[in-house]
């Protein structure tokens, strides 16, 4: 949801594949407008879905995107999104599946339900410190704090020191110090616009990435024929959540109802931001999602529940303790 810059070391590759590659920053992130979001979304929850805050969160985004594809005249499309990204595209092939060819979600947000059972606060065996800070962050996250926003309380030079920190902890494969500056650039400026888009996140999640409107029970009725999922193998999402999506599709299958076709790509020596961190593994699942046939040898592994994919997910820091 930082914006489009994300996908800058995909895009000539897959260009090679698909006869038109779009890279979009959603309305109110990256260097799309950026309305006010609080007068276009209701903070408090209301009885009418159009005005509850999760339902007009998502409209504000899908309707948008919507309004971008008719006037590109675009009739269909493979649709591919990337953490909230990866949420809200689920959100648009709902309402809009006409208009989906194939979904394609690389680490998606906001797919498992919450198990109350692993809430940290709840068990006795988490250090205090760590509650603390836990606690800390659910009571900002209620007050409607972001990242940008405390970005942007603190003096600028701190707030860049503390971006191009993220950049050089989150992403030591750019070892490019050029590199590294334009990510930061790009970083810091969308930060210091602003806010917009980014007031979505605590409408639409619960803290710890956990969504109000879970995916995993909205994807098996999508009127869409093919879903993808691709996790990196030390992804911070858990990969049981596309699994579990996979799992109940085929059951849906078997027993003669519709549901969507759904793989799930593993791409190794990465973590969430799989699509900087092993952009040729990246690349080919989303070639191969999209129907394709990808070139070279950087192929992802492809996973069904239980078998082999614990092995290859077992660096992710937030994976299910019951797999």
């Known amino acids: 949801m930082n914006g489009s810059l ?4 995909n ?16 309305l109110g992130w990256g260097l799309s407008s950026r309305p ?28 948008s995107l919507e309004a971008w594809r008719k006037a590109h005249s675009i009739e269909r499309m493979n649709l591919c999104g990337h953490s ?11 309402r809009y599946p006409q208009h989906v060819d194939r979904l394609i979600l690389l680490s998606p947000v ?5 198990d109350p059972e692993n809430d940290p606060l709840s068990k006795p065996d988490v250090p205090l ?24 309380s603190i003096p600028q030079s701190q707030a860049r020191s503390m971006i191009d920190k993220y950049v050089e902890g989150r992403l030591p494969q750019v070892t490019c110090s050029n590199e590294r500056q334009v990510l930061g650039d790009y970083l810091f400026h969308s930060a210091m616009l602003p806010g917009s888009g980014e007031f979505s996140l605590n409408r639409i999640l619960k803290p710890g990435a956990y969504a109000r409107k879970p995916i995993v029970s909205r994807i098996p009725n999508l009127e869409v024929s093919d879903v993808s999922f691709a996790y990196g193998q030390y992804d911070w999402m858990d990969s049981s959540g596309g699994l579990e999506v996979q799992r109940r599709c085929e059951e849906m299958r078997r027993s003669g109802k519709e549901a969507p076709k759904v793989e799930v790509f593993g791409v190794s020596k990465a973590g969430h931001m799989l699509q900087i961190e092993n952009w040729e593994e990246t690349n080919a699942a989303i070639i191969l999602a999209g129907g394709g046939k990808p070139d070279g040898s950087h192929l992802p592994g492809r996973f069904t529940e239980g078998i082999d994919e614990g092995r290859f997910f077992e660096g ?8």
């Open 110 to 114: 906001g797919v498992p339900e919450q």
């Open 6 to 9: 994300y996908f800058y070391r």
């Open 36 to 63: 006010d979001f609080d007068q276009v979304v209701p903070s408090g929850e209301k009885s009418s879905d159009s005005h509850c805050p999760i339902e007009a969160s998502e409209n504000f985004f899908v309707e």
């Open 11 to 26: 895009l000539l590759g897959l260009a090679k594949h698909f006869s038109a590659i779009y890279s979009l920053d959603q």
């Open 84 to 94: 909230m990204g990866g949420y809200l595209s689920v959100a648009y092939a709902e």
């Open 129 to 152: 410190r760590f509650k603390v800070l836990f606690g800390t962050f659910r009571y900002l996250w209620s007050r409607g704090t972001t990242p940008g926003s405390f970005a942007r």
């Open 316 to 323: 992710s820091r937030f994976r299910s303790s019951s797999k």
